[in-house]
């Protein structure tokens, strides 16, 4: 892995010094299409010709859609992309639950294109905004680059044709602001991964997440669930937004803005608000392709609201088809409904919810809600998800600990790490804004070099957030062994 991640530096560093002496724009995207493909190449073997395969189909549907945009030319595009996914997602779960000696068990064999879940998306997200008349003309190279493009192939974030084409084609000289975000983002990308590490290898072996979940044969109190749950979240959060950081901050080196897909989501005090926080991409996608579309079929309330537990069930079947992600889908799903309902409740009784004690219980209710969903999400059965939800609402379960006292304290550590940092952040942006009216007003050295401080962050951050890195990479390697691919690298 080390070495590969080295050979990965060297390729990124090369193709950046050979890109910015480039002057051809079909040229550059050339370039960036030839080292998508290997890149590709380096996870997914052979199986490049699935990704190259969904490409070429989808530009040609694509192109057969806007001689003459219609519904059904729209619904055959959808049918073809969703037959694709299904036969490398779908049917190996077929195979695998099939009894001994089932014809289904061929099923087992069929390999996984990665990222095969976030292309598929794109090239949908494609025909839908030809649908709506969207004026896309890329070529097939653009197309490909597109469906293709190196940082966001595997994990995302889901691009859009309508942002991502403008930037294909654009001039590209180095900026110092590209650089210096670039830079920070891959720095801090990198610390969250190794972050995410930590929290589920443990701080000793066999005390981490990942070996907590997978021991499905312990019986847990009240509290070891609610540190097992809390801790998942930020090691999915970690490493799922670590990765994000990584490629927002690869593509922008050459650039590229890449759409954000995480908002400081652990902050959300309603249930709405957190899926505009977190996995922005596809929760964005769901909304404007699935859920608006099906909830103005029809004006009643209660096909809204139905619409809302449908989208997020299909939500949940896109992670993976099965029973415990389609009841997450659906736990948030009934969130959402209730905080529809509580928004008017309080219209129609004129009930104001304000203040800090309001945002407090609301943040408190919020994140509980959130963090109990990650039960159906990473539970290893349907078993020890409900003896997980049972312990939680057993009050004798609240009267002793049954995992290693290390665990809770790494668990502390990561969530009041995540508060403190952010707090961190503000209190740095407060004190660049202060430091720049100070500088207006009175200019001296002191505000001088505390706007330098706050405003030039990256300078400091970067090298303490690499070394910070490599310390926690060391230091804590026994853990690490426990650990495998966190959920969203899976797809």
């Not at 979240?233 to 670590?242: A, T, V």
């Not at 991409?281 to 079929?297: E, G, K, N, V």
């Amino acid at each position: 892995m080390t070495t590969k991640l080295i050979a990965y530096v060297i390729g990124v560093v090369v193709m950046w010094l050979v890109a910015m002496r480039i002057r051809s724009v079909t040229v550059r995207q050339a370039l960036y299409l030839v080292a998508s493909w290997l890149f590709y190449l380096t996870w997914g073997s052979w199986l490049i010709v699935v990704l190259l395969f969904s490409s070429v189909m989808n530009y040609a549907l694509g192109e057969w859609l806007k001689k003459r945009i219609s519904a059904g030319r729209l619904w055959t595009g959808i049918i073809f992309n969703l037959a694709l996914l299904s036969v490398f997602k779908y049917l190996p779960l077929l195979g695998t639950s099939a009894p001994s000696g089932s014809p289904l068990l061929i099923f087992k064999r069929i390999l996984f294109p990665a990222g095969v879940s976030y292309w598929t998306f794109q090239a949908l997200s494609y025909l839908f905004e030809i649908y709506r008349e969207e004026e896309l003309n890329p070529t097939l190279l653009e197309f490909c680059l597109y469906m293709s493009f190196w940082p966001t192939v595997l994990q995302g974030p889901i691009c859009r044709m309508s942002s991502m084409l403008p930037q294909f084609r654009e001039a590209w000289s180095v900026t110092d602001d590209d650089l210096k975000t670039g830079v920070r983002r891959v720095a801090i990308g990198i610390l969250m991964s190794c972050l995410a590490l930590v929290v589920a290898g443990g701080l000793y072996a066999g005390a981490g997440v990942e070996a907590v979940f997978n021991n499905t044969a312990a019986r847990f109190s009240g509290i070891d669930v609610w540190f097992m749950i809390i801790g998942y979240g930020f090691q999915l959060y970690f490493s799922f937004c670590g990765f994000c950081h990584i490629v927002i901050g690869g593509a922008r080196l050459f650039g590229i803005r890449v759409q954000e897909n995480f908002n400081r989501p652990y902050l959300s005090t309603t249930i709405s608000e957190f899926w505009t926080r977190w996995h922005m991409s596809l929760s964005f996608w769901i909304r404007d392709f699935l859920f608006l579309p099906l909830a103005t079929m029809r004006r009643e309330a209660w096909w809204r609201n139905l619409s809302l537990v449908i989208a997020m069930f299909v939500f949940g079947l896109w992670h993976q088809g099965s029973f415990l992600l389609m009841l997450w889908g659906i736990w948030h799903g009934i969130l959402l409904v209730l905080h529809r309902q509580w928004q008017e409740f309080r219209k129609r009784m004129g009930f104001e919810w304000t203040g800090v004690m309001a945002t407090a219980i609301s943040w408190w209710l919020t994140f509980s809600a959130v963090c109990i969903g990650y039960i159906f999400f990473r539970a290893e059965s349907v078993h020890q998800a409900f003896a997980m939800l049972k312990a939680l609402v057993s009050p004798h379960g609240y009267t002793h600990r049954n995992l290693n006292p290390s665990f809770y304290m790494l668990m502390l550590l990561a969530a009041g790490g995540y508060f403190a940092v952010i707090g961190g952040s503000i209190l740095l942006d407060h004190l660049a804004e202060a430091a720049r009216t100070r500088q207006e007003t009175a200019p001296g050295r002191l505000s001088n070099w505390l706007g330098i401080l706050a405003n030039e962050r990256w300078v400091w951050i970067t090298p303490v957030i690499v070394v910070l890195a490599i310390y926690l990479s060391v230091i804590f390697q026994p853990g690490h062994a426990e650990t495998g691919p966190v959920m969203y690298a899976l797809f």
